[in-house]
């Protein structure tokens, strides 16, 4: 990998092949990253969610797990979706987390994608904390062993851009 960049933006306006979605395990949309892809994306990705459903993915998307489909009318070819844990004071799905980073760079690669956006997954309405949510996706993605190149790290706030920052040293 060339590089790691954080921005403070809007995930649906970056020019990469992929961008990923923090989506819902249904892929039908939703309220933040994935409510924001779907309406800036256009009906394409739901049309191909849908698909996802009605064949291989019954049951909706497990956490962890990652899947691509068309980006629509969004800048970059495809938008991988991945699940993110809920975060629990009682159990420890860290391991959960990191999986949506290493099986989207994954899956990336098998796409011949060279460049890819993330926002910070499971930090919303999952209730990851701010400062261990940044840490695993720093160390997921440096961790990772890809032929991405480029990876831009996509902040929602001034906070979650200056904890990234500090984590990428």
């Not at 940044?134 to 190149?149: H, K, W």
């Amino acid at each position: 990998m060339t590089g790691i960049d954080v921005v403070r933006g809007d995930i649906t306006a970056q020019p990469v092949d992929a961008i990923v979605n923090a989506a819902n395990s249904s892929l039908l949309g939703g309220g933040g990253v994935d409510g924001a892809i779907h309406r800036a994306g256009g009906p394409a990705i739901l049309h191909e969610c849908r698909m996802l459903r009605e064949t291989t993915l019954p049951s909706g998307l497990e956490a962890g797990a990652a899947v691509a489909t068309t980006a629509g009318d969004l800048p970059a070819r495809w938008v991988i979706h991945t699940v993110g844990p809920v975060h629990s004071a009682r159990e420890d799905r860290t391991e959960i987390l990191r999986n949506c980073y290493t099986r989207s760079l994954r899956l990336a690669d098998f796409l011949g994608a060279r460049s890819i956006a993330f926002p910070l997954i499971s930090s919303g309405a999952y209730g990851w904390p701010l400062d261990d949510a940044v840490t695993q996706q720093v160390s997921a993605i440096r961790g990772t062993d890809t032929a991405v190149e480029s990876v831009t790290l996509v902040a929602f706030s001034a906070d979650i851009l200056d904890l990234t920052r500090r984590a990428l040293g």
